[in-house]
Structures are given as structure tokens and as C-alpha cells.
């Protein structure tokens, strides 16, 4: 016996996949479950590459599974007597969507080198503004002190609070104490994991004053849901004045620590 | 193109008695030795493919029902969890972040080493080889049979570290050192990380010696006539993933040991100098902690694809059948697979784009990844040409297969997000990347081992499943699937960040958890549809319709064997006189020429004619 409502169904399951799908992702941002707000200079970078990728998927996503949907509902053999045709494929075809996708892909690799050099390989050349280490659970920062210069009596220390200057480069130096760790800023779109034993630089400009979250993206034990912190986007001013308080409240509360009893050996 | 039927005209369709040695076990002797060396230490390839069948079944449950926990606490974090809650409670019926750590890891471990590589290679390669190829058995046969018994060890490593001290590894499945190899660093990180490590080494003794066995086998058992170019999709899926578990495992292997020589003999392999973890005194140092994220993935690699390319394999196989034509460029397919194959030794390097690893590296491994995109277009595009035109059956061994070619879409085309180094640092290690493994993993392998179990579960019991019940199991699984998975790329685009117990006190994602909840809710239905399948599996074990020997009319040599195949296989010998998807053949009266029928002298005439 031939069901031919069988077949219907099942095709129109399988073109429900790319219809919900770019459902899904037209209506996300709407309620704001989209890419959180970027205050970086290079974020937008990583962003449009972002768009753009979707973009380019997005089109073969639909094309393919509307092309599978099609297919599906056309070839049902309950509804049509047509025999299939006997076939063992086509060389010219293989040919096409051999270089075509081989194309794009390389197109796509050499596309966006230029902005991963730019965030991971062009480090501006300058002492780092501050040093973050990664413990188990919290981020330990250790701003140079008066100097300038890390690793000296005067160096400023303080935990998960992190403020930084806009619109100018910052350098970080991160480290680690114990674990891996990964230093998280999604408004900066910045993500390095912090590993023992190496001193990894970060750096990156932000153009918008704001205080976000600093989020730990590599498991570090039970306690890596909770290691979170806050960086604080300032202009230089306000900047330079926290800065100032803050050290006078070091000052106040506790002797600085000696010289090379720094947290972490250099 | 060489005309299918005209290159092996010369062999008749020799028909010989079974080998002796099967003969000999056929008789009946009872008693319980016989029962052993029949049912449980058996030598025979389909025992242990079904051995390993029910084992990973088994597996594949209990890793559900750990998915299942993790969801519950990312939906509703600290907040009671039923039935279960009782069992492991410290404070009431709520679960403490480092039992939720454990979770998560068991839960991909139990997946991937208990479940999908023995499910593909174990059970399927073991059961499907030999008689695919025409042989009547195994090369090495005691090898296969301790393939199988090397599971067990594991089995009993992963599942008694649930019991010790400090519960289960819960360094991740990745076991990142220094968590992993430092013991002041995590509660779990004593004998549960040690009994993760022993199991690990178990699961790749035994994936070892399936490999040798099946490469052996394929190599030098197929049948007279069994070109290497007529072997079925699924036998070069198999063939290939044994290449890559020969290749690759030694790596795992030895990076194993270095952990364990870390942790229980006091090197530094993986640590560096004077790591101070939780105030504990610094063991030995001078390692590297990336050093183990190399060796990793340099085997973990390669294991993404013996994790799929079998599924890839039976899934050609099934759409072929079932749409009633051949595949589309075969040649193309093989070729693929063998690319996939060694483009995935070098590809690694994509999983430490942010680990610290030189930036200028990771262009290189970029580009050889965004390269291997493309092996896998081509066999999409070429499964669209294999059901364009055809005449297509709405089995649910069908319909499985059709799913694992819509989800594998998905699941292809997101890995391009993470291979873009730039998008990455921001997706890296969050719901994005959790969204494309599952669309590989579940909706992919696990829709093509569905496709497979219903469309081989006549030749391995007899009878035939219940087809109305598994399509419900099929459209169930397939809505509520959907509705876990997809929604993770909307959490990953937030930057959602995978393996945290309670993710909500950040501003950026305090308002996720409605999302997550209803994923949840997707994953417990998900889960709950699976009772349709077991129902369906026992029932029709026993009470199913009975299965001839080629209930689908298809092409291959496991068909023309009885339903369940005796010891030895087959009771004639099989002689291969064409490629396995001669289906629809013009001037053929029935719709499918098996690879055994003697050659059709009409189809012979025409085909020499068209020359």
C-alpha cells in the first residue's frame, strides 16, 4: 500500500530545519540574546568577520537543506511512478563543487589573517599597564607603581577589580599561579588562556567608558563558575585618579611587600 | 566509466561448503563451557560486534542520564534535583559545583571512549566487516575477542571512580594538566583522575587491536572478485578510522602514561617550575602544560573523525538503498574519506588557538583546517546527488540517514566559525563550539548508528523493528534534538561559556536561563523518547516480523547471508561480480543487482554496446 502522506510529512520536517533555523537566528537579537556590546577598537573585526561568515553559511545552509527538502518531496517513490534515474555521478559536477567551496574557504583563511595578527601577533611595543594572574578562584592584578616598573616595592596590588584607560593601547601581562585559566573580556572580544610557567601578552584599545565582566573560559576546578571579575573602562583622568586612591589606600592599610615577594616569580 | 558488470564476467557463482571449522562449532555439544565459548568468550565477529552493541547501549544510557544532570543545574542551578538529588546530596537535594564539574567531564568521557568509537568501530565494524567483504570471520579472531574483554576494565575504571574518594575525574574530558595532574588542585583530581587514566588506556588497547584486526581483515579477506574499489561506503569508513586509531593512538597512549608517571610518580612532564597550587608544596617541574594539549589532540584529533567517518559510511550505504540508486561518485566519496583521513593529522592545533600556543602557528593550522571543510562538502554534495532522482523509501533506517545529512550541514558549517582564528577568540570555549560537537556527535553519528541499527537489525536478530514506533522514536528524537542543540549557537553567539555550573551572576548572561530552561526541558524529552527505542529493540527481538535473508533489497554481500548468519557467514561462497550500488540498473527486470548475482547478459550486452 502507498501512503502518500508519509512522504509529504517527512519532506516538510525537513524543510522545517533551515526555515526555523534562520528563524531562530532572525529573532534572537530581538531579545537580546545576541553578541554582547562591543567597546573595543578591534572588535569589529571579529564581528563583521562573524557577520560575515554567517552570511556565507547561512546561504549554503539554506541552499543545501532546501535543496534536501526538494529532493525529498519529489523523488517520494509512493508518489510517482518515474523510475530513478540510474547514474553513478558526474565528473564535471565533482569538479565544480570541488573548487568552488576549495575557493572560498581559502579566500575565506587568507580573508581574515590580517585581523588575527592584529589582536594576537602585533604587540605594540610598551611596558605592560598591568599584570593579571589567574588563581584558583580570582583574578590577582598588580599595577607598576609609581616607577612605572613591575616587580618593584611600590607595585600596586588589588583582586578582580580591574580599571583600565580608553582609548589608548593597554598591554597585559598574564600569568598564572596554579591551573590554566582563560582571561575573558566579552565586550573586548578578547579570550587568551593563562598558563603556569609562561608570561602571555594581551592587549587591545577600548573607546567606550563602561564596567563589564572579566569571565574565566578554561576550567579551573569547582570554583571556575565564580571566578569572575570586573574591568572598569575609564578615560585617562578618572583613570590616573583611581589609580592614586587606590594606592594611597595601600599605603594606609599595609606595609608595600619587599621586593621579589611578588606572587609569582618573574 | 567501466561499465559495472562487464569487468568480472569470467566468475560463476561458485557455491562451497561452509569452512570446517565451522562445521565443527555448529555442533551441538551444550553445557555451560559451551555457553561461554558461544554467548560470552566468543570468537565469532558477531557475538562480539553485539557484545560490543549492547555494552555501548548500556553506556550510551547512563551518559544520557549525566547529560541529563548537567542540564538540570544549568537550567535551574542550585536548585533540587529529583529522584536523583537524594543519592548524592550534601546539603539537601542540591548539587555542589565540583559534583557538577564531575558530571560534565563523565559525561563526554563516557560518551566518546564507552560509547561512540566502540559503538562504530566495536560493534558495527566487527559485525558488518566480515560479511561485507565476503569472509568468514575475522583475521585474527582471539585479537577480536580481547578487543572486546580490554572493554571491560574500562568499564569497570570509569564506573567505579563514580565510588572513590572524591568522585570522578572532573578535569574535563580534555584533562588539561596541571587540574589534572595536580592533586591539591581539584577534590577529584586523586584516584578518580587515576582510574579516568587506567580506563583511558583500556578503551585504547582494545581500539588497538580492532584496528590491526580490521585493517588485516579487509586487506587480505575480502571475497574473489571484492576489489578494494567495490568495497562498500561503510568498509571504507571503517578501513580508514582503523588507519587512524593505528596511527594515533600511540600518542594518546604514551601522553597517558606521562599524566599518570606525573601524578603517581612524582615527574613533571606537564608542570612547570614552582607551581603553587592552593597553597600545596611545588612538586617536580621543568614540563610544559601545553605539551599535553599536543599530544592530546594529535590523537584527539583524528578520534573527531573515527567518531564519524563509519556513520558517514553506513549512512551512503542507506541512503543508497532506500532512494534505489547508486551512490554518487564513488570515487569522489573514497577520495574524500582519505582526505578527511590526512588532513586530520594536522589539523589539531585548532583546539589551542587561545591556549598561548604561537599566534603565527595558529595560522597555519587555521588554513589546514579551513581545507578540511571541504573533503566534507563534497560528500554532502555527493549524498544530494545520490537521492536526486531517485525513488525514495520512507523507511525509518531512512529517514535517520536523511537527518544525519540535514544535521551534518549544520554541524560542518559551524565549524567554520571556530576555524576563523578572529571569530574564535570570542566563541572559544563556549556554547558555540558545545552546539557544533553535538551537531557532529548526536545529530550526526548517533542519527547514522540509529540508521544503522534499524536498517541491520534484521540481519543480527532475524526480524525486523517495529516501523510505525520507529519513526516515532525518529520524529521525537528529531524535534526535541533540534531543540537542545540549536539554540546552543544562539548562547554561543552571547559567548555563553561552556563548563560553568552557574553562569547567571554575570551581567552578561543573567538573562539566559529561560533559553536554557527550555533546552532542558528539550533534553529530558529527548532522553524520554529513547524509552520508545528500547520498547521497539527487546520487543522485536523476540516478537518482530521475520526477516528473509534480504529484507530491504539491497545490494551488498551481508544479504545474501541468512538472517541471523550462522558461524562461518555464509552458506555458499560469495563471488563479487560488481560494485555494491547497482541499483536500478536499466534492462534489469528487478530494481537492484547484488554484488553476488551472476552477471545479467542483457546488461553485459548493453553496457559493451554503449562502450
Partial sequence: ?266 | MTPPTATAVDHGHVTVSAPAHARELHSPKGGLGHFLSTYVFSKDHKVIGLQFLFSTLVWFLIGGLLALAVRWQIAWPWSDVPVLGKLFAQEGGQMAPEFYTMLFTMHASVMIFLVIIPILAGAFGNYLIPLMIGADDMAFPTLNMLSYWFMWPAFFFFGASFFVEGGAASGGWTSYPPLSTNTASSPASGWGQTLWLLGLTMVGVSSMLGSVNYLTTIILMRAPGMTMFRLPMTIWGMFITAVLQAFALPVLTAAGFMQLSDRALGTGFFSPEGLIVNNAVPGAGGGQPLLWQHLFWFYSHPAVYIMILPAMGMVSDILTTFARKPLFGYRPMVYSVAGIAGLGFIVWGHHMFMSGMNPALGITFMVSTMMIALPSAVKTFNWLGTIWGGRIQFTTSMLFALAFVSMFIIGGLSGIFMAATPVDIFIHDTYFIVAHFHYVLFAGTAMGVWAAIYFWFPKMFGRTMNEFWGKAHFFLTFIFMNGTFFTMHILGAVGFPRRLADAYHYETFHHLQPLNAFMTWCAIGMVASQIIFAANFFWSMFYGPVAGRNPWNANTLEWTAPSPPGHGNFDFQPVVHRGPYEYSVPGCEKDHLMQTDPPNPAAVAAALAAH
Fill in chain 1, 1 to 266: 500500500m502507498r501512503n502518500r502522506l508519509s512522504g509529504i510529512f517527512w519532506s516538510l520536517l525537513f524543510l522545517a530545519v533551515p526555515v526555523l533555523g534562520v528563524a531562530t537566528f532572525a529573532v534572537a537579537p530581538a531579545f537580546d540574546h545576541w553578541l554582547p556590546k562591543d567597546v573595543s577598537t578591534h572588535g569589529v573585526q571579529i564581528d563583521s568577520l562573524f557577520y560575515f561568515i554567517l552570511a556565507l553559511t547561512g546561504i549554503v545552509f539554506v541552499a543545501t537543506e532546501v535543496l534536501l527538502f526538494w529532493f525529498i518531496w519529489k523523488y517520494d517513490a509512493a508518489r510517482s511512478d518515474r523510475p530513478a534515474t540510474y547514474i553513478q555521478g558526474s565528473h564535471t559536477l565533482e569538479v565544480i563543487w570541488t573548487i568552488i567551496p576549495a575557493a572560498v574557504l581559502l579566500f575565506l583563511a587568507i580573508y581574515q589573517m590580517n585581523a588575527w595578527a592584529d589582536v594576537k601577533m602585533r604587540r605594540p611595543d610598551m611596558p605592560p599597564t598591568v599584570e593579571v594572574v589567574a588563581r584558583q578562584f580570582e583574578w590577582r592584578l598588580r599595577y607598576p607603581g609609581r616607577d612605572g616598573e613591575l616587580g618593584t616595592p611600590d607595585d600596586l596590588h588589588l583582586t578582580n577589580d580591574l580599571h583600565l584607560p580608553i582609548d589608548e593601547d593597554v598591554l597585559i601581562q598574564l600569568k598564572s599561579m596554579d591551573v590554566l585559566h582563560s582571561f575573558f573580556l566579552p565586550n573586548v572580544r578578547i579570550k587568551q588562556d593563562a598558563v603556569p610557567g609562561m608570561k602571555i601578552p594581551v592587549w587591545f584599545k577600548a573607546r567606550e567608558s563602561g564596567e563589564f565582566d572579566i569571565v574565566c573560559a578554561e576550567l579551573c576546578g569547582w570554583g571556575h563558575y565564580k571566578m569572575k571579575g570586573r574591568v572598569t573602562f575609564e578615560p585617562r583622568p578618572q583613570f590616573d585618579a583611581w589609580l592614586e586612591r587606590k594606592y594611597a589606600e595601600q599605603e594606609a592599610t599595609q606595609p608595600p611587600p619587599e621586593a621579589g615577594e611578588s606572587l609569582v616569580a618573574n
